[in-house]
């Protein structure tokens, strides 16, 4: 079913997303002539396992890639790392999107300075069989920047995806409830993907509307919008 399909899959931690992981996303689906790019956020890096003191939270990490490539045509996010969990490696992803995608075409996204070293990857013959390599240059915007500016107070402005420069500078997350949060995307399945705000919501179930913009900027606000996707805690 999946023959002549080409996909893409772009992996890494996103701590947090940013401008530059959007751009890329967006270079690589126009050039490659992509018909679907799977962005995969990992649970926790092979070449990064030390890197916790300023790390976002995993949950907090998917929503904010979820927020960055809403309604973006032919990419969807796939959580399947970060239910795994443990250290992500590559070739487990590719290895079931191979499985999943039987005769599809699957390049698999690099920056320019890991090149060198994906002989040194986890079962990296194999993986060479089952995808081939797309390598783009590193772009301007850094998450660790990112991070040190979050810590600092200073403005994201211009580094990261309006929707999530919103989410971060008000402590927005997904809800605690598990079954409300399920049945309120398995409803926006049923309607099409979207809610009683009329923005769609699909394929990334991500909420921008107005309402809950006016709901952060109150800062006696303190509570669910109104989807109840997400808290302002």
Not at 1 to 15: E, L, T, V, W
Not at 38 to 61: H, N, Q
Not at 165 to 187: P, T
């Amino acid at each position: 079913m999946a023959a002549n399909i080409k996909i893409g899959i772009f992996g890494g931690s996103f701590n947090p997303v940013h401008s530059g992981h959007v751009g890329l996303a967006r270079r690589a689906v126009e050039e490659l002539a992509l018909d679907r790019l799977i962005v995969v956020p990992a649970a926790t890096s092979p070449f990064k396992t030390g890197e916790t003191s300023d790390a976002l939270a995993p949950e907090t990490r998917l929503m904010l890639v979820r927020a960055a490539f809403n309604g973006m045509d032919k990419v969807e996010i796939d959580d399947r790392e970060l239910e795994r969990g443990g250290v992500s490696y590559a070739i487990d992803t590719v290895r079931e999107i191979a499985a999943e995608n039987a005769g599809a075409e699957i390049v698999f996204i690099v920056g320019e300075d890991s090149v060198k070293g994906l002989p040194q990857w986890k079962d990296y013959d194999e993986l060479a069989k089952l995808c081939t390599f797309k390598a783009y240059p590193r772009t301007r915007e850094s998450s660790t920047e990112i991070r040190r500016r979050m810590a600092a107070g200073e403005s994201l402005e211009g580094m990261v995806p309006e929707a999530v420069a919103l989410f971060l500078k008000h402590g927005v997350r997904e809800s605690d409830d598990a079954k409300i949060v399920a049945a309120v995307r398995a409803g926006l399945v049923r309607k099409g993907g979207y809610c009683p705000c009329r923005l769609p919501k699909l394929p990334e179930f991500f909420c921008p509307c107005d309402e809950f913009k006016g709901q952060l900027a109150d800062p006696s606000y303190k509570g669910l919008c109104h989807c109840r996707l997400y808290l302002k805690p």
